[in-house]
């Protein structure tokens, strides 16, 4: 939203609800200490039926929002447990929502990755921790190529999140390799022939 240039976040928050009426869609909570999340955070669930809360995992002073999260969970408010990068953050979060309240645990495999370690068998893992509360679903969270949509569905993840432009790339699921080499070496003749090079 801040790349977009919102301003007004309540505002858009109504906005976007007044078009997505039976789709859930996360809202999260913008402050640092857990008094003011669980203000927030009963505010952002007043919005709608379909509003999910997204609560950090940890404050920015590392934190755990734990106590807040059993809280919320226990109060019946859906939520949304984001920035999770490891498999103690699962199981804290596993023993912090109520089995009776439905919760979104996502789990950030592309900042995983990133870190040159294979998400896979973090997700696999997450899924066993999480398979006892039928109310809780494991969401693949910052993707980072088409592959990880193929990848995040053979491992039985029940969501993931992906960016317009990876949903882009779908057109290219199955396509003809020689094909696809051809199209690349005409994109770099083209890129090189616009730039004016020649020697």
Not at 103 to 119: E, Q
Not at 134 to 159: K, T
């Amino acid at each position: 939203m801040k790349k977009d240039g919102v301003k007004d976040y309540v505002a858009f928050a109504k906005d976007a609800l007044s078009e997505i009426k039976n789709l859930p869609i996360s809202f999260e909570v913008f402050t640092d200490d857990f008094e003011s999340m669980e203000r927030q955070a009963r505010e952002i669930g007043s919005w709608g039926d379909n509003v999910v809360i997204k609560i950090p995992v940890t404050n920015t002073k590392g934190e755990p929002s734990y106590d807040l999260i059993k809280k919320l969970s226990g109060d019946g408010m859906k939520l949304n447990i984001t920035a999770i990068l490891t498999l103690e953050q699962i199981e804290n979060v596993a023993k912090s929502i109520d089995r009776n309240t439905p919760a979104i645990v996502s789990l950030f495999a592309g900042r995983i990755a990133d870190t040159g370690r294979d998400p896979i068998p973090y997700i696999k893992e997450s899924l066993k921790i999480l398979k006892s509360n039928e109310n809780a679903e494991l969401l693949w969270a910052s993707s980072r190529e088409l592959l990880n949509i193929f990848q995040a569905e053979e491992c039985g993840c029940h969501i993931i999140t992906v960016t317009n432009d990876l949903i882009k790339k779908l057109s290219m699921v199955d396509k003809d390799l020689k094909e696809l080499s051809l199209d690349t070496v005409k994109m770099f003749y083209n890129d090189a022939s616009s730039a004016g090079y020649s020697f």
